[in-house]
């Protein structure tokens, strides 16, 4: 008998409620919230339909009926959250980024391991299926003997105006680096999730286009600002970068360029790639993420469309429906959840997670302070591991 999983899940503002979505996919309960204060807490508890709201996350994670917790909160809160759950002794599925700085991803993934907890991170993006496939792909060698060239981009356009505003703008709440921290973290662990190589150097160019904006003077939910609005605001100065380009080297001689950028209109939320091989070439765009080029020189291309039947025989546990039934966004978050708690239910901690762990989200950490410097000191910079 698999065990019910009751969960906390703190902070439930625009991504809360999908994990809450997710864990209920599983058959799982979610029994409790924590929201920043009581009031919040309680009214979130009833539009989710909770049984027990927390204004403050410390009570959540001293519950003893909670086995797991997530944490949804604003990056800067990460490390305490995820540091207090897992001191409770409870396992622990983190929000990316994982903490705010390298030194305190370190202490997270040193306390997971001393206390033996399953320890994730929400690298979504690694569990659409064909980006599954992709992986079995590169590991049985279909793309050659070599990988050449890893490139892409992530782009939005949600903090296009002056006027679009999210805590993500500010250090103290999202940290030194945005939009390379926010969705540039994504792309680095997908194609390093993918291909199995690791960054090792890498030089950034950033721009901040918008060295001011209007700060509203009441809260607005992530991309909320899209939707029309009439408030009053305060000017501030923005020393986070809008757009940054990163120039890569990976393991293995692969080289790699990635552009990133929130002010881009028309690009709502794309990541896209592609990886080249000495034989050939995926590519991937995550706004129509059930299809996947695979490009050839000798013969014509091919484009696969997900569907368990067409797919890597590994891969094909991360698709859930035939083909022609797309899956999207939200699947993404059932089956990374799917895969963690099967690893918690076998219970052998010895056995390589097939989710991204705390250490995955310390590496991305250790890369981000990398582009950083270089941005800062226009220098290539290598990745200490
Ligand atoms: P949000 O601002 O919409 O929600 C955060 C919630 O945390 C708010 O409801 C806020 O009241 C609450 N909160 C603040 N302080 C708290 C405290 N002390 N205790 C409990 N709750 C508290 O932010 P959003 O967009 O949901 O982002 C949250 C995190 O999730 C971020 O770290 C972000 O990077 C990550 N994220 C990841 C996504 C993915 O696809 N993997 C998608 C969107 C966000
Ligand atoms: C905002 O840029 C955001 O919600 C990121 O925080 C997420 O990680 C990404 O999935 C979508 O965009």
Same mark, same amino acid.
């Given at each position: ?19 809450? %979505?997710?864990?209920? @996919? ?7 919230? +924590?929201?920043?204060?009581? %009031? ?49 002794? $409870?396992?622990?599925?983190?929000? $990316?980024?994982? +903490?705010?700085?390298?030194? /305190? ?20 993006? &690694? ?7 992709? $992986?079995? @792909? ?6 050659? /003997? ?14 296009? !105006? ?25 792309? =680095? ?9 690791? #960054? ?9 286009? !918008?060295?001011?904006? $209007? ?39 692969? &080289?790699?360029? =990635? ?15 592609? #990886? ?54 939200? *699947? ?27 250490? *995955? ?15 800062? %000191? ?8």
């Amino acid at each position: 008998m698999v065990k019910k999983f009751k969960v906390g899940v703190i902070g439930v503002g625009f991504i809360g409620p999908a994990h809450m %979505e997710a864990i209920r @996919r599983q058959g799982f309960e979610v029994l409790a919230l +924590a929201e920043s204060n009581q %009031e919040l807490a309680d009214q979130a508890a009833e539009r989710l339909l909770i049984p027990k709201a927390y204004g403050d996350w410390k009570d959540l994670v001293a519950d003893p009926d909670i086995d797991v917790v997530h944490v949804a909160s604003p990056n800067y809160l990460h490390f305490e959250h995820a540091k207090g759950a897992l001191e409770a002794g $409870k396992h622990v599925i983190c929000e $990316k980024p994982l +903490a705010m700085t390298a030194e /305190e991803s370190e202490v997270l993934v040193k306390i997971a391991e001393e206390k033996n907890l399953a320890n994730a991170v929400n690298f979504n993006l &690694r569990f659409y299926p064909l980006i599954q496939d992709a $992986k079995a @792909r590169i590991d049985t060698g279909e793309l050659g /003997e070599r990988i050449y060239i890893i490139q892409g981009s992530y782009l939005q356009d949600w903090l296009l !105006l002056e006027t679009d505003w999210n805590w993500r703008l500010e250090p103290e709440y999202g940290g030194e680096l945005r939009a390379i921290a926010d969705i540039g973290s994504h792309w =680095m662990d997908l194609v390093t999730f993918i291909t199995g190589k690791k #960054i090792t150097s890498v030089f950034a160019d950033f721009e901040t286009f !918008l060295p001011i904006r $209007k700060k509203p003077m009441k809260k607005i939910d992530t991309f909320g600002g899209k939707m029309q609005m009439d408030v009053e605001y305060e000017e501030k100065k923005i020393t986070t970068e809008d757009y940054a380009a990163v120039l890569f080297k990976f393991e293995g001689g692969t &080289r790699g360029v =990635m552009s990133v950028s929130q002010v881009s209109s028309g690009r709502k939320n794309r990541l896209f790639f592609e #990886i080249n091989g000495s034989d050939s070439s995926l590519i991937w765009d995550s706004e129509i993420p059930n299809q996947m080029m695979i490009g050839h020189r000798p013969e014509p291309n091919q484009y696969l469309i997900k569907d368990p039947s067409l797919m890597m025989k590994s891969a094909q546990w991360s698709a859930s429906y035939p083909g022609g039934h797309a899956e999207g966004f939200p *699947d993404t978050f059932k089956q990374l959840q799917t895969a963690f708690y099967r690893y918690i239910s076998q219970g052998d901690f010895e056995k390589a997670p097939n989710f991204p762990t705390f250490r *995955d989200g310390h590496n991305t950490i250790l890369v981000d302070e990398a582009i950083l410097q270089s941005a800062r %000191e226009n220098i290539w910079v290598d990745v200490n591991y």
